[in-house]
């Protein structure tokens, strides 16, 4: 069997998420549907991030084993031409039969878009948040940079999700702003279910709360994060700011 990896951009608005899901659209689903289309026979595949309703990616990476002998270039072109306009496979490679886009990913980067203006845009807002409030840069990126390391995030973990261990490793995380964009990037080697929107959300919280105050906004978000508590944390930002941007691998 072969095993081939894909680098996926999608614009998630349609779709239910990644995770295939009974009678719901989803970007898994409408992948493996397209595959069994080109290959003739059913194939699943393997996502490195399970993406939720609503949200993006420039670099999902996903795999799936198959005996088919179509070229590799074969698979990005074909599945081109099948896919539904906001689905895409940007690259297609042939990988060791071990390779596995979920369990050997080191880390995973994601991206949260905002736009900082007083008025929304009529092209964009599929892509990104509108914020029309001027935003705090400097007190969002004093926390970004302030998770650094091994933590607990159960205060930032969706309400009802089944993972056990909330502890989390940020690598890098940091915001900045760039014309009329604010933007928040998060890598760290895994997730919680909700973990991204809920740290940016809160983050929009205290740093409004506080009214430029970057020790206050910082010590009040790591107030909420040491409590260990969803309930005490800021509302998730919506999902049409979310994209994950990179899966990184050894």
């Known amino acids: 069997m072969r095993n081939i990896k894909l680098v996926l951009e999608y614009e998630g608005t349609n779709y239910c998420g990644w995770q295939i899901q009974p009678n719901l659209p989803t970007i898994q689903g409408t992948i493996e549907q397209s595959l069994t289309q080109l290959t003739k026979t059913p194939i699943q595949i393997v996502g490195a991030g399970r993406t939720d309703t609503g949200v993006h990616a420039e670099g999902q990476v996903a795999n799936f084993h198959t005996d088919s002998e179509i070229p590799t270039v074969a698979f990005q072109k074909g599945l081109n031409a099948i896919l539904p306009n906001d689905i895409v496979v940007s690259a297609a490679d042939e990988v060791s039969t071990d390779f596995h886009a979920r369990f050997n990913a080191t880390s995973r980067r994601y991206r949260y878009t905002i736009l900082n203006r007083t ?11 509108f914020y029309p409030k001027e935003l705090d840069v400097d007190s969002i990126d004093t926390i970004c940079k302030s998770i650094f390391g091994r933590r607990d995030f159960s205060s930032f973990q969706k309400t009802g999700s089944d993972r056990i261990n909330p502890i989390c490793e940020v690598i890098d995380a940091g915001c900045w702003k760039d014309d009329e964009f604010v933007y928040i990037e998060i890598e760290a080697d895994s997730f919680l279910r909700g973990m991204v929107r809920a740290i940016v959300g809160t983050a929009l919280k205290c740093t409004k709360d506080v009214s430029g105050n970057v020790d206050r906004a ?7 994060l040491n409590a260990k508590d969803r309930s005490v944390a800021g509302a998730s930002a919506p999902a049409n700011g979310l994209a994950l941007i990179r899966v990184k691998y050894n």
Not at 119 to 129: D, E, G, K, M, N
Not at 218 to 224: A, D
């Open 119 to 129: 008025y929304r845009s009529a092209l964009l807002w599929r892509t990104c948040h």
């Open 218 to 224: 910082c010590n009040q978000f790591h107030r909420i």
